[in-house]
């Protein structure tokens, strides 16, 4: 399990300090895909860096199974890291070396010998689907095959946890969808806990089961994806979630109401009945469905009748209906 304890993190120049982190609070759970999402320059990268160390916090904890790694002498930190793989977004292979040797670059550093060394990397290079391009040089590959050496070399001394940083930015949608399917299949059969960096909703949105919202060097937002992709509450969150959402916004009109149609009744024609009931019309803005943890859910933003009564027939409706809804400011 990682803890992360009141973490802040703040650079110092020489005329400024520039708060990168403040006051971050999270757990992530042995075994989970936990997302991490924000626009730029909110603090995930600086976030993600300090769970290893390679930055360190100005304060606060950094707990790995129950240990507090931020007391750690510099040779057990070195040692605890071999449990910890990164990827990230420029992949950071070595040039000069072929794609079996950037695998067993990890392992010569801890000492295995080059037998051993080779013999795992062929494991891990068929586990990526990438036998039969270990004599290549990563000039050669494309992006996604890179990514795939990247993430082989990050599991090379069989890591409990593994950190990406960005690690499908780089990609085009198709290579990005096989790459989160490896890492699914990664989390599944190894049991490798998987901390994921990203401002792209649709990794959340595929394979993570926890996910925390950044702003501003905060966690403003943490949950279940389910819940927080199906009614999300701080600004930040809804505009990273929804952004479809916000079109016509400021056309003039009628009130605006988001519903969100939860699992249990995504398939029931409660717009139809809301509408038959209240003897009223209303005009969708926007829709949409989605299917997270193998359940459906929707979300949908109206624009209420103009005349006053109307409007409030509706409210009286959802305000007696299974519906989660809020109004749109």
């Given at each position: ?291 997270l943890d193998t359940r459906t859910y929707g979300q949908m933003l109206i624009e209420l009748p103009t005349e006053p009564r109307d409007a409030e027939r509706i409210i009286a409706w959802l305000k007696n209906s299974p519906l989660d809804w809020q109004e749109e400011e």
């Amino acid at each position: 399990m990682i803890e992360l304890q009141s973490l802040s993190k703040t650079y110092r120049t020489a005329d400024r300090e520039i708060v990168a982190l403040e006051d971050i609070s999270l757990t992530v759970r042995d075994g989970e895909i936990f997302g991490i999402i924000g626009l730029s320059g909110a603090g995930k990268s600086t976030l993600v860096r300090c769970i290893n160390l390679l930055e360190r916090p100005t304060s606060g904890r950094v707990l790995i199974d129950g240990r507090e790694i931020t007391a750690l002498p510099r040779k057990q930190l070195l040692k605890l890291r071999q449990s910890i793989g990164m990827i990230f977004q420029g992949f950071n292979l070595l040039e000069q070396r072929t794609v079996l040797h950037n695998v067993t670059f990890p392992l010569e550093v801890s000492g295995l010998r080059r037998s051993e060394a080779k013999a795992r990397a062929t494991e891990l290079l068929e586990l990526v689907g990438l036998s039969d391009r270990a004599d290549s040089y990563p000039s050669q590959l494309s992006g996604g095959q890179k990514q795939r050496v990247a993430i082989a070399r990050a599991l090379a001394t069989n890591p409990k946890y593994l950190l990406c940083d960005e690690a499908t930015s780089a990609l085009d949608p198709n290579t990005t969808r096989s790459i989160l399917e490896l890492l699914a299949e990664i989390n599944k059969q190894m049991g490798v806990t998987i901390v994921i960096i990203t401002h792209e909703m649709k990794v959340i949105d595929r394979i993570c089961d926890r996910v925390a919202v950044l702003d501003q060097s905060r966690v403003v937002e943490e949950g279940a994806v389910s819940e927080v992709f199906t009614n999300p509450r701080s600004t930040i969150a809804k505009e990273l979630i929804l952004p479809d959402s916000r079109v016509g916004i400021s056309a003039p009109g009628g009130r605006r109401i988001r519903l969100t149609f939860h699992a249990g009744i995504s398939q029931e024609p409660l717009l139809s009945r809301m509408i038959l009931e209240c003897q009223c019309p209303v005009n969708i803005l926007f829709a949409e469905t989605k299917q997270l943890d193998t359940r459906t859910y929707g979300q949908m933003l109206i624009e209420l009748p103009t005349e006053p009564r109307d409007a409030e027939r509706i409210i009286a409706w959802l305000k007696n209906s299974p519906l989660d809804w809020q109004e749109e400011e």
